[in-house]
């Protein structure tokens, strides 16, 4: 891992998201074996994948049980997955194709003629063990850092999940995508303007909590892993109703600062508690009462785009954190 070169990923992102709709218009490799395995017939799927493959997966596979799949994600470190059988699909995700908690969970499937890869390298352990390989399409990642395979997840499980039930809607397409590169292009642009206030801000003594949606829950998972991998700072994340639940009792106990993903049905739970506890809070995509700093996006009314497009806003506080920590030592 070379964290040094993680701004240089960020920076990348618009091209990357722009390079994956080409190829989605132009037909992802792979596509047309899984479409087959559809044919053949599919009872139900099984997503497995470890840290942000999971994170973007579980967002992507709601989305299909919403209009009836038959697919659940798992961690690929668990023990209780399912036995191979002529129903079953299963769908490994490993942006580098080498998580040996993948590769072991995938080891009972091999063989079966129904076991999909999606990898950023096809020519990875799991590319070798899969009957068919989808391609993530996000060019290298020289710090080492999921961002943009990220990204590319939700697309290409999607892809995947839409193909294997062609009766569901595929939301994360080129258009999509497109409209995301655009969102982020502007989101780096405009961060000269809002980043040091807003590091300060969520970045408290006692660290940093992320609260989002459960629609778009993978923002605040992939935000608060950022701060723990980046710059190894504390970062928590939760879904904004549960928060209530989980959360709220350390707004009483810590200098609590936090990073709301806007959009809940369950927002003005959670603000009311921390406004009456001191906590103090920046809203990412819309205006929320009590928030210190807002940031905007173009598109943040589409759910689809902003959850590719506003994961960056927490991204970036990872880097800057890491800058100023860097200036510190050589100090």
């Not at 070169?5 to 722009?18: V, Y």
């Not at 989002?212 to 923002?219: F, I, T």
Request: with cysteine; proline share 4%.
């Amino acid at each position: 891992m070379d964290t040094t070169a993680f701004r240089t990923d960020l920076e990348l992102i618009p091209q990357s998201l722009g390079a994956l709709a080409d190829a989605i218009d132009a037909g992802l490799p792979g596509l047309d074996a899984v479409a087959a395995l559809a044919r053949e017939g599919v009872d139900r799927v099984l997503v497995v994948g470890m840290g942000s493959s999971r994170y973007a997966a579980d967002v992507v596979a709601r989305r299909h049980r919403a209009e009836g799949a038959n697919v659940v994600v798992e961690l690929a470190s668990g023990e209780l997955l399912p036995r191979p059988a002529p129903g079953l699909v299963v769908v490994a995700v490993s942006a580098t194709g080498g998580s040996v908690e993948v590769l072991r969970a995938v080891e009972r499937y091999r063989g079966t003629g129904r076991l999909v890869a999606i990898t950023n390298r096809p020519d990875s352990a799991l590319g070798e063990h899969a009957d068919v390989v989808v391609p993530l399409v996000a060019g290298t990642e020289a710090s080492g850092v999921a961002c943009r395979t990220f990204r590319a997840t939700f697309a290409v499980v999607d892809a995947v999940l839409h193909a294997l039930r062609p009766a569901a809607s595929a939301r994360f397409d080129a258009a999509v995508l497109r409209r995301a590169a655009t969102a982020s292009a502007e989101l780096l642009t405009a961060s000269t303007d809002w980043l040091d206030p807003l590091t300060s801000l969520v970045a408290g003594p006692d660290g940093a909590w992320a609260l989002a949606p459960v629609e778009r829950l993978s923002s605040a998972q992939q935000s608060a892993l950022m701060l723990r991998e980046v710059p190894r700072v504390g970062a928590f994340a939760s879904e904004t109703g549960d928060w209530s639940h989980v959360d709220v009792y350390l707004t009483k106990t810590q200098d609590y600062r936090a990073l709301v993903f806007a959009g809940s049905a369950w927002d003005d739970q959670a603000l009311e508690w921390m406004a009456a506890r001191g906590s103090r809070f920046a809203a990412v995509g819309h205006e929320l009462p009590g928030a210190e700093l807002v940031v905007r996006h173009r598109h943040d009314d589409d759910p689809d785009v902003a959850i590719l497009a506003e994961v960056l806003v927490g991204e970036l506080v990872a880097n800057r954190l890491l800058s100023r920590e860097e200036v510190m030592q050589g100090a």
